[in-house]
């Protein structure tokens, strides 16, 4: 009896009830995806998640959305619904924390939309600890375009590309190889300790390699500084009790190596996948495996590329069956997702939604779970699938 946790992130399947407090009313990444799809206007045909659509994602869909057609999806084989945040932001840490039992319902510090964004007495700071001759940016920005505008000033000059976004987020961008992988990393720890004092949640290294516009490419040696969880979430409590707790991706960095056994880093939805699939053909008795897969947000979300993300759906699709062949009796997955991300939207942020819940496994029977108030649902179901104490926060659909 086990628990593996699949978080699609940025999978957002229509506005949530507080969107347009966030600029977000009318967003549905899921919605608007399928509907250019099918409209033809990407030049492919309608998207094919054959598997997802069995598991519930059309009816979860639709009930978070009415607008939303419910596809066709034949015999429903898993629980399925919908759930909204009650945490305040609609960033990447919340979203994960909320889901394992700990909302988060004081506000993380955010940067404003001016240039220069950040405060003079940090970027001072910085600059001075880390022996830096100044920095780039200091903006809101698209990683990918500010290093694609600023990555040659940068190999020029030594100085690295600091930015953030609507999430609370500090990013610092540097070269590989000019700068120095081990150099961005130990400015982004320097870096970490001075936005506590702002109550910013993550710092974020973001290599990268080229040599010139047009070539700059970021690598996979992304790594996230996050602040810990304020509150032991299931991921500890599991922990404390003997079980195996596997991090796949960024899960341990989102939780600051708080709760986690074992973090196997892998580079894209792929090999995040291949990864699942050895945990779970592996992975002991009692043990908790999650996996965030993370190209949806980074690669198509805020990249505002919908045909790429179809696609990344229907890959992640045509491997659900080989996920299900290897599960054993008593198993439980579940996919969900910390935040929408609608490539349609305007900007390049992420999307206040409501994320599916789609729960299977051997012995977990097929239906409805409704709309859910809160991510914490998805711990809570796990602590009791696994016989472990009840979370301060969620109601188990089990």
């Given at each position: 009896?086990?628990?593996i946790v699949?978080v699609?992130?940025s999978?957002g399947i229509g506005?949530a009830p507080?969107a347009?407090?966030?600029?977000?009313?009318g967003?549905?990444?899921?919605?608007?995806?399928?509907?250019l799809?099918?409209?033809?206007?990407l030049?492919?045909?309608p998207?094919?998640?054959?598997?997802?659509l069995?598991?519930?994602?059309?009816?979860?869909?639709?009930e978070a959305?009415?607008?939303?057609?419910?596809?066709?999806?034949?015999?429903?084989?898993g629980?399925?619904g919908a759930a909204?945040?009650?945490?305040?932001?609609?960033d990447?840490?919340?979203?994960?924390?909320?889901m394992?039992?700990?909302?988060?319902?004081?506000d993380?510090?955010y940067?404003?939309r001016t240039v220069?964004?950040?405060?003079?007495a940090?970027?001072h700071a910085?600059?001075?600890?880390?022996?830096l001759?100044?920095?780039l940016?200091?903006?809101h920005?698209?990683?990918?375009e500010?290093?694609e505008t600023?990555?040659?000033?940068?190999?020029?000059?030594?100085?690295?590309?600091?930015?953030?976004s609507?999430d609370?987020?500090?990013q610092?961008?540097?070269?590989e190889?000019?700068f120095g992988?081990?150099r961005?990393?130990e400015v982004?720890?320097i870096?970490?300790?001075?936005?506590?004092?702002?109550h910013v949640?993550?710092v974020?290294a973001r290599?990268?390699l080229?040599?010139?516009?047009g070539?700059f490419?970021?690598?996979?040696?992304?790594?996230?500084?996050a602040?810990?969880?304020?509150?032991?979430t299931?991921?500890?409590?599991?922990?404390?009790q003997?079980?195996?707790v596997?991090?796949?991706g960024k899960i341990s960095?989102?939780?600051?190596?708080s709760?986690?056994?074992?973090?196997?880093?892998?580079?894209?939805n792929r090999?995040?996948f291949?990864?699942?699939m050895?945990?779970?053909k592996t992975?002991p008795?009692?043990a908790i495996v999650?996996?965030?897969?993370?190209d949806?947000?980074q690669s198509f979300?805020?990249?505002?590329?919908v045909?790429?993300y179809?696609g990344?759906?229907?890959?992640?699709?045509a491997?659900?069956?080989?996920l299900?062949?290897?599960?054993?009796?008593g198993?439980?997955?579940v996919?969900s997702?910390?935040?929408?991300?609608?490539?349609t939207?305007?900007?390049t942020?992420?999307?206040?939604?409501?994320v599916p819940?789609?729960a299977?496994?051997?012995e977990?029977p097929?239906?409805?779970?409704g709309?859910r108030?809160?991510?914490?649902?998805i711990?809570q179901?796990?602590?009791?699938h696994?016989?472990?104490e009840?979370?301060p926060?969620?109601?188990?659909f089990?």
């Amino acid at each position: 009896m086990r628990a593996i946790v699949a978080v699609l992130d940025s999978f957002g399947i229509g506005s949530a009830p507080d969107a347009g407090r966030f600029g977000d009313a009318g967003a549905n990444t899921f919605g608007h995806i399928a509907n250019l799809c099918a409209s033809g206007k990407l030049g492919r045909g309608p998207l094919r998640i054959p598997n997802l659509l069995s598991l519930g994602l059309g009816l979860a869909a639709h009930e978070a959305d009415p607008a939303v057609a419910t596809p066709r999806s034949g015999k429903i084989t898993g629980r399925y619904g919908a759930a909204a945040e009650l945490s305040k932001g609609k960033d990447t840490p919340s979203g994960h924390w909320e889901m394992m039992g700990l909302p988060v319902e004081i506000d993380w510090g955010y940067f404003p939309r001016t240039v220069p964004t950040f405060p003079p007495a940090l970027t001072h700071a910085l600059i001075e600890r880390a022996n830096l001759p100044g920095i780039l940016g200091n903006c809101h920005a698209s990683g990918t375009e500010i290093i694609e505008t600023r990555g040659a000033e940068h190999i020029a000059t030594g100085r690295p590309i600091c930015y953030t976004s609507a999430d609370s987020v500090f990013q610092i961008a540097a070269h590989e190889t000019h700068f120095g992988l081990k150099r961005l990393y130990e400015v982004c720890e320097i870096a970490r300790k001075l936005v506590d004092d702002y109550h910013v949640g993550r710092v974020i290294a973001r290599p990268f390699l080229g040599e010139r516009p047009g070539e700059f490419k970021r690598t996979a040696n992304r790594r996230d500084y996050a602040t810990p969880p304020h509150r032991p979430t299931l991921l500890d409590i599991a922990k404390a009790q003997g079980r195996a707790v596997i991090g796949i991706g960024k899960i341990s960095d989102i939780f600051a190596g708080s709760g986690v056994t074992q973090n196997l880093k892998a580079d894209g939805n792929r090999q995040i996948f291949d990864t699942l699939m050895d945990c779970t053909k592996t992975a002991p008795d009692g043990a908790i495996v999650f996996a965030n897969f993370v190209d949806f947000d980074q690669s198509f979300g805020h990249r505002r590329d919908v045909p790429g993300y179809a696609g990344a759906l229907e890959e992640f699709d045509a491997r659900i069956p080989e996920l299900q062949a290897a599960l054993r009796p008593g198993d439980l997955v579940v996919f969900s997702a910390d935040h929408g991300c609608d490539p349609t939207w305007t900007g390049t942020d992420h999307t206040r939604e409501y994320v599916p819940i789609l729960a299977f496994g051997p012995e977990i029977p097929p239906g409805p779970i409704g709309i859910r108030k809160t991510f914490a649902d998805i711990g809570q179901s796990i602590a009791k699938h696994l016989g472990l104490e009840p979370l301060p926060v969620g109601t188990s659909f089990l």
